[in-house]
């Protein structure tokens, strides 16, 4: 259904245009000259303008100029010509009918320009997104922690409801949001995002909602926003804990009457379009502390997916690494793999940057290995940790230790550190399980 605006002075052709698009399931305002459509345009942005152009207080081809980059424009002629069609594609017209009008090629005409429009608008956006690699739209990893976040993304999905992510910088929130995206109804549609933390506050709202002629200096004609951009889609927000609070509150309008204006603007314009938020913050402390609006906070958190964090689906990493070996664009004619001592440090360090600082390390690494089949520890540099950590833990004495005491220390810490799963901490220490336990037991520290 669309709102379509009928500019005719024939009273009864007008009337019996608008009645059959109507039974189409069409919203039809009529018009009777110019002045009253002017009027009528001021306040509201119909999908489609069918323009007669013989009105009488005004030339219709001199108002295509004008209706065109804004609207599709389906003409009107009693006087069929091959020089007056010319003249109306070449101000902007889209369709061009001669009067009398038949219904059904009305219909088809209508419905042509409606479709057409909406695969020009879709182009538009789509070209934006296909240059993301499929592979950037994967979540690696086969881990419980992982298989958790995917069974709550499946459940989600088809909700169509606000989502908030949250998990640390990293971790992958905007793959959730694709994920979410892709297995929703709106996947055919355009999934747009936008990083609430990098634009000015007047240069996001023009981003998001779009602005009119004259907004601001520099606003030399009318630019859509993100929200139309993605109608029937998603829009993903990252990082909405930095989102300036007048923005919140428009946000939040957004959220709860899905209608919106254009900066500079005076129309209410819907907002057809499905919200989902990510953020490293804590919005709910932000709301407590008046960082961040309460309302907004309350509608964004009706469900939200909490992703985890690498050093929690450490069992993921050997997966992730061998995915980045292919996938990375690195020009290196070289197959690389990764030795068993290099992988051991991978699966240990505690990744403060999480999966994005994983990707780094691989790619430095393969850069660092050169010519070199495999990529040893020496490749490994984990950044403030320096080239070779001692499997991202610290030992500390008092005294010079000896051999014991530093097994002894080193063993209890890794137990502490994996919450002593002895299995995950024998695949981190090279040995098998017998061995582990057999250590364990050597220094008597069983549980």
Known sequence: MKDILIIEDDRTLNNLMARHLRELGHQVKSALDWASAKEYLA??????????????????????????PQYPVIVLTAYASVQNAVRAMKAGATEYLTKPVNLDELE????????????????????????????????IGRSRALAEV????????????TVLIQGESGVGKEL??????????????????????????TLFESELFGHERGAFTGADRRKPGLVEGAEGGTLFLDEIGELDVSLQAKLLRVLETGQFRRLGGTKDLLANVRIIAATNRNLEQMARESKFRQDLYFRLSSFVIHVPPLRERREDIAELVEHFLHHLDIRLQVNKTVSAGAMRQLVA????????????????????????????????????????????????FDHDPNLDEIERLYLEKMLEKHSGHRAHVAKVLGISERNLYRLIHKHGLFK
């Open 43 to 68: 306040a509201s942005e119909p999908a489609l303008i069918i323009l007669d152009c013989r009105l009488p207080d005004v030339d219709g081809h001199n108002v295509i100029p004008e209706l065109a």
């Open 108 to 139: 088809l005409t209508v419905k042509r320009t409606l479709e057409t429009d909406a695969l020009r608008r879709e182009h538009q956006w789509y070209q934006r997104q296909q240059s993301r690699a499929l592979s950037k739209n994967l979540m």
């Open 150 to 161: 995917h069974a709550i993304i499946d459940a989600v999905a088809a909700a169509d409801i």
């Open 176 to 201: 959730v949001a694709r994920q979410i995206h892709q297995r929703s109804a709106r996947a055919d549609r355009n999934l747009l995002e936008i990083d609430c933390s990098t634009l000015h506050s």
């Open 349 to 396: 360090y505690d990744w403060p940057g999480n999966v994005r600082e994983l990707r780094n390390v691989v790619e430095r690494a393969i850069i660092l290995s050169g010519n070199k089949p495999e990529i040893r520890p020496e490749h490994l540099t984990f950044g403030s940790a320096g080239p070779n950590p001692v499997m991202g833990t610290s030992l500390a």
